[in-house]
Nanobody, 126 residues
Framework: QVHLVESGGGSVQAGGSLRLSCVASGNTFKGACMGWVRQVPGKERESVAAIDSDDDTTYADSVKGRFTVSRDHAKNTLALQMSSLKPEDTAMYYC????????????????????WGQGTQVTVSS
C-alpha cells in the first residue's frame, strides 16, 4: 500500500503565499509521477501541477507563473509553492501519485492516479 499525507493548507488574503507538502510512505515507487489536484464541491477535479521521474513539470494555465511544484526523490516528498494567490484558488488540494514515471497519461486524463492523500484546504479571501 501507498500512503500520502498533505499539509500546509490554511487561510490567506489574496496576493499571499502558501507552501503545501506531501509525504509518501509504504510500498511506493520513488520515481513515480506525482501531482497536485484541487477540487471545489460541485465541480470536477482540476490537475494544477505534475512532476515526473525526470523532474519535468507541467502546470495548468490557471496557475502557471504563480505555482511551482518540486520533489525530493530520496525522501519521496512533494511540494507546491503557491504565490500571488487568488480567491479562485480556494479549494481542497490533494497530493496524488502514479505507479509510472511519466505524467503524460494522467495529465491528459487518459488514466487516473491510483494513490491519493486526504487533502488539505486552501482558502483565499479578497
Amino acid at each position: 500500500q501507498v500512503h500520502l499525507v498533505e499539509s500546509g493548507g490554511g487561510s490567506v488574503q489574496a496576493g499571499g503565499s502558501l507552501r503545501l507538502s506531501c509525504v509518501a510512505s509504504g510500498n511506493t515507487f520513488k520515481g513515480a509521477c506525482m501531482g497536485w489536484v484541487r477540487q471545489v464541491p460541485g465541480k470536477e477535479r482540476e490537475s494544477v501541477a505534475a512532476i515526473d521521474s525526470d523532474d519535468d513539470t507541467t502546470y495548468a494555465d490557471s496557475v502557471k507563473g504563480r505555482f511551482t511544484v518540486s520533489r525530493d526523490h530520496a525522501k519521496n516528498t512533494l511540494a507546491l509553492q503557491m504565490s500571488s494567490l487568488k480567491p479562485e484558488d480556494t479549494a481542497m488540494y490533494y497530493c496524488a501519485a502514479s505507479a509510472y514515471g511519466d505524467c503524460t497519461a494522467v495529465w491528459r486524463r487518459e488514466v487516473r492516479y491510483p494513490y491519493w492523500g486526504q487533502g488539505t484546504q486552501v482558502t483565499v479571501s479578497s
